[in-house]
Each structure stands twice: as C-alpha cells, then as structure tokens.
C-alpha cells in the first residue's frame, strides 16, 4: 500500500478541523432548531400536537438506522466521498423541507435531511482520526470538535427564535442552504480522500436492513411509549420487533465476511467499556437536560427564548473543558479522567435536586455550568479511547456505533425520565394529600369552594416541583454509577500514543 499521506503543515490539519466542526454543528443545530418551529409549522399545516411529534420523531429514527451504515461506507469507498454526498443531500434536503406544503411532504423530506446528517458524525470522526496522527493531538481535536454538540445545542434557541420571528419557520430550514455551501466548499479544498486498506467485495445489506428495523422499532416505542403506555399493544409489538430483529441482526453479522458492524469489537474489553460509560452518561444528562427549559418556562414563567439563554453557560463551560481532556493525555490516567468528569456532571445534576419555583437564574446556570465541565473535559478522552481501540480501517464503523449509542442512550433518557417524572408527581401527590390536614370554611360556601381550588393547586404544585428533584436525584445517581463503571476502563500508554496509517488518495 503507498503511504500515508499526511497534511502538509500543521495549519491544514487544524482547517480540516474547522470544516468538519461546521459539518457537525450544522447538523446538530438543525435537530435543535426545528423544534422551535413547531408551533408555527402545527398552525401552517392544520394538523394536531400529537401529529407534529412525528416530525422529530421520523428524523431521530432515520438518524439512527443510517448512522452504521455511513461509517461502513466511509471506510469502504472513502470517507470523503461520503462526507460530501451527505453534504449534499442534507443542503437539498434542507431545501425541500423549507418548501414543505403538508406533514406528509414535511415528513419525506426530514427523512432525507436525517439520512443525511447521519453521514456526518462517523465520518468526520474518522476523517480527523486519520488526519491527526499524534495521540495527544488526535484526542485535543477530537475534543474540540466534540464541543460542536453542545454549541450547537445552545445556538439553536438563540438562533431559532429570532429567524422564526423575522422571517417565519421555512427560515430555519433555508439558513442550511448558503452555510451548507459553505461548509461543502472547505470539505472539497482541505479535506483529503482516505480508505481502509481492506478492500470491500460486498455490503452487507440484510444486516443493515436487520439493524434498521430493530433501531426503528427501538426509537419508536421510546419516542411513543409514554403517550401509548409501556404495556399497550403498540409497545408490545415494539419490543417483540426489537428482539427479533436483533436476534436476526446478529446471526446474519456471524456468518457475513464483511459485516455492517464487526462483533468482535465487542470482544474488545477497551471498547465496550468506554460505550458503556458513554451510554451511562448520555442517558443521564440528555434524559434529565430536556427538562431544564420545561420547568424554566412552567415555574419560573419565562419565554422559550429565555430559557434558551439559560444554556449559554452550559456551550462557554464545555468549549473551556474540553482541551483540559487532550492536555490529560499520558498525564493522567483515561479512566481517572473520564471517572472524574462523570462525577463532576453527576454534582451538577445534583445541585439542581432543590430547585423550586423561587429559584433564580443562577440556581439554573450553576449547576449547568458545572455539568457542561464536568462532560466537557471527559470527552475527547471517551472519543479518543473508541478511536485507538479498534483498527484504523474500521473507525467508521467503531465510531457509528459510538454515535448510535449516544442517540440510544438520550432516547432512553428522555423516555425514563420522562416516566420517572409521571409516576414521581403522582406519587408526592399522594403523599402530599395523605398527610395534609385542610383547615377551611364549608366547601358549600363560595369562599370555601375558592380556597378548596387554591389548596389543592398549591399540593399539585407542590408534587410536581418535587417530581423534577426526583428525576434531577435520579440522573445524578445514574452518572455516579457511570463514574464507578469508568475504572473498569483499561488502556496501554502506548495505544494512547500510536500512529494511525491509512491509504490516502
């Protein structure tokens, strides 16, 4: 095989860094935004709240089916040249959905802007894994580029709001278009072609369509189960999917030459700790986060925008940390590091168990800020381990998994949480009222019946607001359990500082 090509100077490298940030926060920021658009969209279109939800829900499902078999594409016809076709599907997607006229048009198009944007996460992962040889510069880029998530988390409010204001919500759609160029102009100038150095003969197509459907079904009952019920016959037929397909999914990966995702990466002790700890974490902060500017906006009675301000220190504090990560490398041990950052997020979801509706901004932005450090730092180790723990000719697909996992464990989140939530409200009511003595005038009068209402408003309340310290308690616990997991990660000092070779064109 030639050579590895390198970049020819250190300032190519840090330019290909660039070009894939703006990739990646692109694609996170539309996931973002469009959620704000809904109202607009819901009013447009005629159709109901229930029914909108499938636009997110339509777009998180083909996110994750797509996602391994980019990574598998990647490394088999070249990253490149699948960073760029996802490119382009996503600008004309993105197109499209701006010009949708119904749900049904609104729906076909998302899928495509999803498929899409799935394309992003392996391969740009595995275009800077290849670029950056040097271990400690590797995991430094890998952090960077990982703090594009929480950017784009937080500029999507800020964003949002006012495009849909100014110039309605076909807006945030049609803002894809001349960044998308943008971002597609440097891909095409800085970026340089590599492949694996195993030369594929045939895609494994039924493990792929095998893996599709388990994810499909997987995402959708955790999407839909709290509205139909964990037990309704809908969930059920979910989870009996999910199993068989599964069941399927791996015997066709046992015996295919080339399968779409390699079950020996599961055999790697390295690999399968550092997704663990992954999946902890996100699970954790994602299923507890998307609660923040829902109880901002209920109790402390802000605007959407407003809330979405709150998450300014959540981006300032990742992007500070992030570097910290990198700089640790061959300092500190990588499961110290990673331990340390998963129970520094884990104090920060903690500090948000007192919240109540006489909080003040900073009891919202403290303990943000400390979680934002806390994951922040953590993070380019848990890309870097993922990264030096499987051979460079499959990082695609190493880090497709590693993306799955991440959009897995936030839809478990998001749906335990959200069920933690239910049953921890109904719960404190029932304590509440068990253990209230109401002292009031007749309810056949006027004056009683007024503050009959106000007493039991005040008890429901009051359950609810302690609901939310329960999930807040919850996720905190869950993130220490990651922190334990995290000293079961085991790596060589050399792995850490190995160089990558791969064919570059």
């Known amino acids: 095989m030639p050579p590895e090509k390198k ?9 290909i860094l660039a070009t894939v940030i703006l990739g990646t926060f692109l694609g996170r920021l539309d996931q973002t935004i469009v959620n704000l658009a809904l109202p607009k969209i819901i009013n447009d279109f005629g159709i109901t709240v229930s029914a909108a939800g499938w636009i997110a829900t339509a777009y998180i499902i083909a996110n994750a089916v797509f996602v391994p078999i980019w990574g598998k594409l990647g490394d088999t016809k070249g990253r490149k040249k699948v960073y760029i076709l996802g490119f382009v599907i996503f600008i004309f997607g993105s197109v499209l959905a701006g010009l949708a ?3 049904t048009s609104m729906l076909i198009f998302r899928i495509i802007q999803a498929i899409a944007a799935s394309a992003d996460y392996p391969t740009a992962m595995a275009i800077l894994a290849v670029t950056f040889t040097n271990g400690k510069e590797r995991a430094q880029a ?17 964003i949002g ?10 807006s945030v759609f049609l803002v894809n278009l001349p960044v998308g160029l ?4 440097m891909a095409l100038v800085y970026i340089d072609e590599s492949v694996s150095t195993v030369v594929s003969k045939s895609f494994d197509w039924f493990g792929a369509t095998a893996l599709g459907a388990a994810l499909s079904a997987l995402v959708l009952v955790l999407d839909q189960g709290i509205i139909w019920g964990w037990t309704s016959a809908n969930s059920i037929i979910c989870y009996v ?4 397909f599964t069941v399927t999914f791996i015997v066709i990966e046992h015996y295919h030459d080339e399968p779409i995702v390699d079950l020996k990466f599961f055999k790697n002790k390295l690999f399968v700790n550092t997704i663990i700890n992954n999946f902890v974490v996100f699970m954790g902060l994602m299923g507890s986060v998307f609660l923040v500017p829902i109880f901002a906006q209920t109790f402390l009675g802000m605007t959407a925008t407003e809330s979405g301000y709150l998450f300014i220190p959540l981006a300032v504090f990742f992007v500070l940390s992030s570097p910290i990560g990198g700089y640790l490398i061959g300092k500190v041990k990588p499961s110290y590091v990673i331990a340390a950052s998963t129970a520094v997020a884990a104090l920060g979801l903690f500090l948000f168990a007192g919240i ?56 478990f989140g998001i749906a335990i949480f959200g069920t933690i939530l239910s049953n921890s409200a109904a719960s404190h009511l029932a304590s509440i009222v068990k253990n209230s003595n109401l002292h009031l005038p007749s309810i056949t009068s006027a004056v009683g019946r007024i503050d009959f209402i106000k007493a039991t408003s005040l008890m429901e309340l009051k359950a609810q607001v302690d609901a939310y310290g329960t999930v807040f308690l919850s996720a905190g616990s869950i993130l220490l359990l990651g922190a334990i997991l995290a000293l079961f990660i085991k790596v060589r000092r050399e792995d850490l500082h190995q160089g990558m070779h791969v064919h570059v064109e």
């Open 7 to 15: 970049p020819e100077n250190s300032r190519l490298k840090w330019w």
């Open 101 to 103: 006229w119904n749900l």
């Open 142 to 158: 890998l952090g960077i580029w990982s703090s594009s998530f929480a950017a784009a988390s937080v500029f999507g409010p800020l």
């Open 161 to 170: 709001g006012p495009l849909i204001d100014s110039f309605g919500w076909r």
């Open 182 to 185: 943008i971002g597609l102009a």
């Open 241 to 244: 999917a999910v199993l068989a």
């Open 356 to 411: 109540d509706p006489r909080s003040g901004v900073l009891a919202i932005t403290v303990p943000l800020s400390v979680m934002a450090f806390g994951m922040g730092f953590g993070m380019a180790q848990r890309t870097n381990l993922v990264a030096v723990a499987v051979p460079v000719e499959e990082i695609g697909v190493a880090s497709s998994i590693l993306a799955l996992g991440r959009n897995i464990a936030g839809a």
